[in-house]
């Protein structure tokens, strides 16, 4: 592998071009990763299951010019809760343990036939409930940029790789923050399109009105090209949108002069930790130098935001899980005697302490306020439309606190749930958003910067973002 390919801060374009100029071939930089990967991550835990036959085959395709698509060669992480067939998929869960899919999910066929080379399966929460990534039943995922320091979660490990160099891109998701607080914490760039631009079959559910697949990379130009490839509709799922995607890659260029940006109020209130307040005023600073206008708006159900949330993603969870018994893949109790001593005892067995409480919480909302919750989701939604009303664009903090230590917040569910603040109202709104890394604090912390646009707004939203990315990194 030439000195000159730095894995660390190798972008797709950057890939495609050594790869297509002779300077590397995409074997090598799939054995220079996977090198990488056995030197840097037993400390970093981002990896659960590694696909080395099916990236070294894909690989050899891209050098024999069978595979030229826009991804040919680049080698992309996928968060473990995505079906990729023989590859195990546990969703960070004891429950699934042994269970390899017989079949791929929508978005990992999609990267392969654009030539992307899939490494493996990446840590995550257990089905992806969690904001720290301490709650995979394979181990914790620690954070690059601080190893003492969580990398967020759920998509934690598809974060910490691409920050890592353990990979050029991800696939994460995102239910009330997956992938934005993760990107947040880890400084790299973590997109949630609007629900149903991008298909989720083949993704093991947690609130199947809530979960969105997404990538990581390193710059909002390499999110647009993702995008690009991951975007459309699928007769495999009922809930992709029929609305033809924009060309992301070619509209991000678009200049920002002139767009209206909107910064809500209720998000910069008390509790917001002053270091990433200060680099979110300096990001909307940039962004007025740049042409932009800014204009004060106002989310009035914010408060409403994390409850709502709280009630809705577990009682669809609740009704997710049920599914998971023992029966037909997975765990099994070894010592039940009876039917109902195997589904208790497999359950039990199977699903870890946040996993059962949110089961729990959900089974008890069902019948006790999902219908108001709902109710409440409809004036968030609201919130949103009348700001766009006005504004193109939101921008706001992503997290309220930067980065956090290992054990810091798991003894106290309220405080991790709190970590979402920011980050669930626009999961319940079904608009798209994303992080984007601006700055870091004194403690060498990454900062993320969070951009929010109306539905099907990728492409402005993707403008925005590289106009802050740009800006932060001249």
Known sequence: ?????????????????????????????????????????????????????????????????????????????????????????????????????PYDATVVAKLEAAGAVLLGKLNC??????????????????????????????????????????????????????????????????????????????????????????????????????????????????????????????????????????????????????EIRASIEQALTRLEASGCTLHKVSLPHTRYAVPTYYVIATAEASSNLSRFDGVR??????????????????????????????ILLGTYVLSAGYYDAQQVRALLTRDFLAAFEQVDALVCPVTPTPAFKLGEKTDDPVQMYLEDIYSVAASLAGICGMSVPCGTTTAGLPIGVQVLAKHYEEATMQRVGKAIQARQTA
């Not at 054995?31 to 299951?49: M, T």
């Open 329 to 358: 893949f997975g765990l099994r109790a070894d010592e039940a005697n009876t039917l109902a001593k195997m589904y208790r005892e497999s359950r039990d067995e199977g699903f870890g302490a946040e996993v059962k409480r949110r």
């Open 125 to 274: 929460d257990e089905f992806a409930m969690g904001s720290s990534n301490e709650n995979s039943a394979y181990g914790p995922v620690r954070n690059p940029r601080s190893l003492d320091r969580v990398p967020g979660g759920s998509s934690g490990g598809s974060a910490a790789a691409v920050a890592a160099g353990l990979c050029v891109a991800s696939l994460g998701t995102d239910t009330g923050g997956s992938i934005r607080q993760p990107a947040a914490f880890c400084g790299v760039v973590g997109v949630l399109p609007t629900y149903g631009r991008v298909s989720r079959f083949g993704l093991i559910a947690f609130a199947s009105s809530l979960d969105r697949v997404g990538p990581f990379t390193r710059t909002v130009a390499d999110a647009a090209t993702m995008l690009d490839v991951l975007a459309g509709p699928d007769p495999l799922d009922a809930t992709s949108s029929p609305t033809a995607p924009a060309a992301y890659a070619a509209e991000m260029d678009n200049p920002v002069a002139g767009l209206r940006i909107g910064v809500p109020e209720e998000y910069f209130g008390e509790g917001l930790n002053p």
């Open 1 to 101: 592998m030439p000195q000159a390919i730095n894995l660390e801060t190798l972008s797709i374009p950057a890939a495609r071009t050594a790869i297509t100029s002779g300077a590397t071939t995409a074997t090598a930089l799939t054995a220079a990763h996977y090198d990488r990967i056995a030197a840097v991550d037993p400390e970093i835990h981002s990896y659960l299951a590694l696909s080395r036959e099916r990236a070294f085959a894909q690989a050899a395709r891209v050098d024999s010019g069978e595979l030229t698509g826009s991804l040919a060669g680049v080698p992309i992480g996928v968060k473990d809760v995505l079906a990729m067939r023989g590859t195990p998929a546990t969703a960070g869960s004891k429950i699934l343990a042994g269970y390899h899919p």
